[in-house]
Structures are given as C-alpha cells and as structure tokens.
C-alpha cells in the first residue's frame, strides 16, 4: 500500500537553529502534501498545504517566514522551521493524498517529534 | 462551517468489552467523514472511512461505524476491545467543498483498555 516517509522521527535543536523535516510519498507521487501540527493532548491543525512546484498555501495565523514549506518533487516536500524557539516544539505530520479527487485517501507519516531548547 | 465534536476526551473499557466513542458532526453539506487512530508517538491510520455510500462502514481491526443523519453522528464502534486497541481516536470531516486537504480533526479520544 501507499507509504508516506517522514524524516526524522525526532530531533533536539537548539533555540535559534532552524530545523529542516522531510516528508517523502514512497510508491506514488503526491501534487499536493499536507503539514499539521499536533500540540500536546491535543488535535491535529492543518498548518499549509504543499503544492508541488508552485508555493505553499498557509492557513491563517501560521507564520510563512518561521515554517518554510518547499515541494520540488512529485515525491517529497520539505518544511523547515527556521530560527527555533521552544514554543515552536510539537509534533509535526505529514500526509500526502495519491489521487486528486475529495475522495482520494489521505496518508501520514509517522510524525516528527521537535523540542527546541 | 464544518467541525467534530468527540464528545468524550478518555474513555476505558476493560478487555474484551465493547467499545464506544462518539462523535457528532457538523456540515452545511453532506460530508465525507473519517475515524483515525494515533498509537503513541506515531503517525495516523486510517480505520474507516464514510463518502455517502452505506451508512454503516466497516473499518480494520473490527471497527465499524454508523453515519446517523438525523442525529449528526459518526459514532465508532467494536464488539469486543482488545489490548492493542489503547490509543487515541480521532474523528475527521472534511472542509470546505469537500477537499481533503481541509480535514478538519476533532479534539480525540484517549482510548484505555484495562486488562
């Protein structure tokens, strides 16, 4: 079936660093990948929504500068959040969906775990 | 506007017992509605899926769930829960138009099975 790879699973950075995540569509190719973010105990907000070859669509409130959000393939999207601060340690998810239609099923990676300190 | 109400945020059943956790929707059309489960520290899965076909949809791992209209309801279900089914649940519809890029989550269920 339908893979979605996100890499890495976890990384420590320091306040300042930017922190570079990788979202890869494994066995089909995704025009369009989604980033969320979940906090603590809490549910999953869509932060953008990657477009290849064309710029991210972000959801309001979400900082375009801080979370930068690159699609140059059909098969991986990037989202670097830059200059870190520890308010921005969460859980980032990937998804990518294969198809193009609203009924197309979505896939999610396994999930990148940031703490900045 | 579309959103999901989890109406429980913990729920524990005891092993092999059934299992309930409800969700009511809402929608200015007729929506797509999904059921994800979150084990720790990992991504989401897809259990089961409703796109206006038959209002009881069978998911994996005997999970099943009944679209209800008239209540707006979503509720998923299992006869009979096991160990590995403790993780957290979310109910999902989507946006806008339909479009699966504006899923719109609900808040979770914390799913425990006690022995």
């Known amino acids: 079936g339908a893979v979605v790879s996100q890499h890495p699973s976890r990384v420590i950075c320091k306040s300042g660093t930017s922190v570079k995540i990788e979202c890869r569509s494994l066995d089909f190719q995704a025009t369009t990948m989604f980033w969320y973010r979940q906090f603590p105990k809490q549910s999953l907000m869509l932060m953008a929504t990657?477009?290849?070859?064309?710029?991210?669509?972000?959801e309001q409130g979400v900082e375009k500068d801080k979370f930068l959000i690159n699609h140059a393939s059909l098969t991986l999207s990037t989202l670097t959040v830059t200059s870190a601060h520890p308010e921005d340690s969460s859980f980032y998810i990937c998804s990518a969906s294969r198809g193009g239609s609203y009924n197309s099923p979505l896939h999610f990676g396994n999930g990148t775990r940031l703490t900045v300190t | 506007a579309q959103s999901v109400t989890q109406l429980d945020s913990h729920v524990s059943v005891s092993e092999g017992t059934p299992v309930l956790l409800r969700c009511n929707y809402s929608s200015s059309y007729s929506p797509s509605l999904f059921w994800y489960v979150q084990h720790p520290n990992k991504g989401l899965q897809l259990l089961l899926k409703y796109t206006s076909a038959a209002t009881l949809v069978k998911g994996i791992n005997g999970f099943e769930a009944e679209f209800k209209k008239s209540e707006t309801s979503f509720h998923l279900t299992k006869p009979s829960a096991h160990m590995s089914d403790a993780a957290e649940y979310f109910c999902?519809?989507?946006?806008?138009?339909?479009?699966?890029?504006?899923?719109?989550f609900g808040t979770g269920t914390l799913l425990a099975v006690q022995p």
């Open positions: 999902v519809v989507t946006g806008f138009g339909g479009a699966t890029n504006k899923l719109i």
């Open positions: 990657s477009n290849e070859g064309s710029k991210a669509t972000y």
